[in-house]
């Protein structure tokens, strides 16, 4: 892991979390990390464990020169499309920011320029640079964080545990109790649900 692309303009990492869900928002993050900065297990959210990511999401909220996090909600995903929405909520996490960067890493291989930054698309760059890994973590955490809010609403679809992907559960609940008002209906939520007979009524 290193702690920027380059030294020479303020550099902020920026990641998402919630591309591949079937409901919620995606939510995206922007951190900029102090000179010098590095740590023992800071990487990729993905790559940790719950109760890490959340320990971590303290500490760098701490440490971080700045950081912010924003999202685009499901209507959105569904008039933009995911990718879109996704880089818009990163726009806005950029916004955000309590310091202006001048360089932005992305973690993937496409972004839409921010108004007058430089940027690097950086393919599985959470696993690469700490401000990137970082902001996938505060993404990460945050998103958890509402859609277990939102799980104690619409309790049948697991969310407090799948978190809007698509695990079997998930599937066999919007097959038997339908969409909530959640889902993305762009993401043809049909075609992922599996086969399963349903009670009849």
Same mark, same amino acid.
């Given at each position: 892991?290193?702690?920027?692309? &380059?030294?020479?303009?303020?550099?902020?990492?920026?990641?998402?979390?919630?591309r591949g869900?079937?409901?919620?928002?995606?939510?995206?993050?922007?951190?900029i990390?102090?000179?010098?900065?590095?740590?023992? %297990?800071?990487?990729?959210?993905?790559?940790?464990t719950?109760?890490?990511?959340?320990?971590?999401?303290?500490?760098?909220?701490?440490?971080?020169?700045?950081?912010?996090?924003? =999202?685009?909600?499901?209507?959105?995903?569904?008039?933009?499309?995911?990718?879109?929405? =996704?880089?818009?909520a990163?726009?806005?996490a950029?916004?955000?920011?309590?310091?202006?960067p001048?360089?932005? %890493?992305?973690?993937?291989?496409?972004?839409?320029?921010?108004?007058?930054?430089?940027?690097?698309?950086?393919?599985?760059?959470?696993?690469?640079?700490?401000? %990137?890994?970082?902001?996938?973590v505060?993404?990460?955490?945050?998103?958890?964080?509402?859609?277990?809010?939102l799980?104690?609403?619409?309790? &049948?679809?697991g969310?407090?545990?799948?978190?809007?992907?698509?695990?079997?559960?998930?599937?066999?609940? %919007?097959?038997?109790?339908?969409?909530?008002?959640?889902?993305?209906? =762009?993401?043809?939520?049909?075609?992922?649900?599996?086969?399963?007979?349903?009670?009849?009524?």
């Open positions: 892991m290193r702690a920027f692309y &380059q030294d020479k303009w303020r550099e902020a990492g920026c990641d998402e979390a919630g869900c079937l409901a919620g928002p995606v939510f995206a993050a922007a951190v990390l102090p000179p010098h900065f590095t740590h023992d %297990i800071l990487t990729d959210s993905k790559q940790l719950e109760s890490q990511r959340y320990r971590l999401r303290d500490e760098i909220k701490e440490k971080a020169t700045a950081w912010a996090v924003a =999202s685009c909600s499901h209507q959105e995903i569904d008039r933009l499309n995911i990718l879109r929405a =996704s880089i818009f990163m726009h806005r950029v916004d955000k920011l309590e310091q202006r001048e360089w932005l %890493i992305i973690d993937g291989n496409y972004f839409i320029p921010y108004p007058g930054l430089r940027h690097k698309c950086i393919v599985k760059g959470d696993a690469k640079y700490f401000s %990137i890994a970082a902001a996938s505060l993404a990460k955490t945050c998103r958890d964080d509402y859609m277990n809010h799980s104690k609403e619409y309790p &049948q679809y969310w407090d545990k799948n978190k809007g992907y698509p695990s079997k559960e998930h599937r066999e609940a %919007i097959a038997r109790y339908g969409m909530s008002p959640f889902h993305r209906k =762009s993401f043809r939520l049909m075609s992922v649900l599996p086969e399963i007979p349903l009670d009849p009524e």
